[in-house]
């Protein structure tokens, strides 16, 4: 009998997560335009709220990891969504509601914002333990590719959907809408996954083999419970660079997701849809190249090995997205700025799914707690990103804003010379 494919329907169920996750990210930068006129903000106090949630969300990575290698990411899955849909919801009020009254209206958008940022702090993490509990070695960057599509794709469809939204019900029903999709698939996700594939009703002794490939032992529940030895994984440089690495990442992706939508609109000049539509082209570029880097990884991990496979790819599209940063800065006609700065994007996207499964070769069998420490990383860059990027702007200039992280994507680049994922921090990680 062949093997059974249901670890591919748990990869796009993690892909469904995170056009979710990305969709309640991203919603407010471009419900944003309506916000701050109605409420009187200017760009550096919404810049302000929304590093308030990638700080939550930076903060809360390394527990988040933690509870999916301590309890399983199915429990913790199904919690984070139902609690970031909750608040999503509840953005929609928290300029009017009780707190605002406490704490004014910018507290109270931080402080929600904050929270949704806690909630989804639990995803990526266990994304990654999900993929290390469910998908063989050497197909691992391919699934964590198709999986960090969905933010790219969720980020795609935010700007038209969240514009024809605002336009036809008003900016509230954005953020009502997302709140109830999602407490629907974190019900889902519960009803349907399961830690392991061993407990999963439609996966077949053919396709736990599959699973098992380049494994010392199939995966099994009860596994990866122990103490987490800090000492050990934070006393390897490979982990510090790779957070350093991703700490740039994290700065460059959330200028797009924080203020790619405005600096069409403001700075640009194109209009309101316009502006919505063509502020997608930079995700759907992320969201094709994203699986594409992760098959290239995987592909040329097996060939030619890990250092090139997960590094060298990483390196490439560094140096790949600063020069298309800088050339987008610098393009006079926006048109050819936009297809620019979209290649940025790709060629950003072309290394996540690296990031992630060099996490779980460092240390598979506590993939939740080290992808958690290197994503608060990333998100503590991407919290500063979205208040600096327009202080910069006002200071010097739009165009010295991007350059800026241009030259971060070269630093990242340097970063992951520092990488070594041949060499398991955890020795014993897949038994």
């Given amino acids: 009998m062949p093997p059974t494919r249901t670890r591919w329907l748990i ?28 409420y009187g903000l200017s760009e550096v106090q919404m810049g302000t709220i929304f590093s308030a949630f990638v700080l939550g969300y930076a903060l809360l990575q390394i527990p988040g990891g933690w509870l999916g290698d301590r309890f399983g990411p199915r429990i913790v899955l199904a919690s984070a969504i139902f ?11 928290a300029g009017d509601w009780l707190l605002a009254q406490w704490i004014g209206i910018i507290g109270s958008f931080m402080v929600v914002r904050a929270l949704i940022g806690i909630g989804e702090a639990g995803g990526p993490p266990n994304y990654n333990r999900m ?24 980020a795609a469809l935010t700007p038209p959907l969240i514009v024809w939204v605002m ?10 809408l997302a709140g109830l999709v999602g407490i629907f698939i974190a019900l889902f996700c519960y009803w349907f996954t399961t830690d392991y594939p061993s407990e999963h009703r ?3 002794e053919a396709e736990l083999r599959h ?42 992706m959330y200028i797009y997701f924080s203020w790619f939508y405005l600096y069409l609109v403001n700075v640009r000049g194109f209009s309101v849809l316009g502006g919505g539509w063509y502020s997608t082209t930079p995700f759907l570029a992320g969201a094709i190249t994203s699986p594409i880097g992760g098959w290239l990884s995987d592909t040329l991990s097996q060939r030619y090995g890990k250092r090139i496979g997960r590094c060298g790819l990483s390196i490439g599209g560094a140096l790949l997205t600063s020069g298309f940063i800088w050339a987008g800065a610098s393009a006079a006609d926006p048109y ?12 950003l996207f072309l290394t996540t799914a690296a990031f992630w499964a060099t996490t779980m070769d460092l240390a598979s069998a506590y993939a939740g707690t080290v992808s958690g420490f290197m994503n608060m990383g990333g998100n503590l860059g991407g919290a500063l990103s979205p208040t600096l990027t327009p ?27 520092g990488v070594h994922p041949e060499r398991p921090l955890i020795v014993e990680e897949e038994a």
Avoid at 83 to 93: E, Q
Wanted: charged share 10%.
């Fill in 11 to 38: 990869v796009a169920l993690i892909f469904v997560m995170g056009v979710l996750m990305f969709i309640d990210r991203v919603n407010i930068s471009i419900a944003a335009k309506h916000i701050m006129p109605e």
């Fill in 83 to 93: 609690w970031w849909s909750a608040f999503t919801a509840l953005t929609a009020v």
């Fill in 211 to 252: 699973i098992a490939q380049g494994r010392t032992a199939a995966p099994q529940q009860g596994q990866a419970m122990a103490a987490i030895p800090w000492r050990v994984l934070l006393g390897r440089k490979d982990l510090w660079f790779l957070t350093a690495a991703y700490f740039t990442l994290g700065y460059i």
């Fill in 167 to 176: 336009v036809n019900l008003g900016w509230r029903a954005a953020f009502y």
């Fill in 131 to 154: 993929v290390a509990n469910w998908i063989a070695p050497q197909e691992r960057a391919l699934a964590m590719g198709i999986a960090t599509s969905g933010s790219a794709f969720g």
């Fill in 391 to 417: 202080y910069l702007a006002q200071r010097f200039g739009w165009e010295t804003a991007l350059y800026v992280a241009a030259g971060l994507a070269v630093l990242g680049a340097l970063c992951w010379l």
């Fill in 202 to 204: 439609r996966v077949n």
């Fill in 336 to 347: 050819l700025a936009i297809f620019f700065l979209a290649l940025g994007s790709a060629s």
